[in-house]
């Protein structure tokens, strides 16, 4: 029996390329360097977080890659990720099906974390954390 899978947009650490990927195991990638818009990162340290904008006029993105995994990763993630996190279904453009994606859970909190403009964390140098 074949693995149900999910698609699940990655921007940090489980990029490809970023320091965490191993984790996502026998995934496939089904876009590289896909833009979100109307989305800020921020650095916490080793690893970036994301927040959806709450300015409609703001021209804020983040760059991922799009990623299908088996379900049974879901749980193993979801723990990687932590409390600080919750995940969500989001649409992309040009991708048919929901996207999950981790987002800050407290979005208005980022007061003590530093604003990443050009939305990249791996183009910021973040990647062999």
């Not at 999910?6 to 390329?17: A, E, K, S």
């Not at 191993?22 to 833009?35: A, C, D, M």
């Not at 983040?62 to 299908?68: F, M, P, R």
């Amino acid at each position: 029996m074949e693995k149900e899978e999910i698609l699940i947009f990655v921007y940090g650490t489980l990029r490809v390329g970023g320091s965490h990927h191993h984790l996502l195991g026998e995934s496939t990638t089904i876009r590289k360097e896909h833009i979100l818009d109307h989305y800020c990162m921020y650095s916490a340290g080793w690893y970036p977080v994301v927040v959806p904008d709450s300015d409609p006029d703001s021209h804020h993105s983040v760059v991922g890659d799009v990623i299908s995994i088996h379900t049974d990763l879901v749980p193993k993630l979801d723990v990687y990720e932590g409390n600080e996190f919750t995940r969500k279904q989001i649409e992309l453009d040009g991708i048919k099906e929901p996207v999950w994606i981790y987002l800050l859970k407290d979005s208005e909190d980022t007061d003590s974390y530093t604003p990443l403009e050009s939305g990249d964390w791996l183009k910021e140098g973040k990647s062999a954390v």
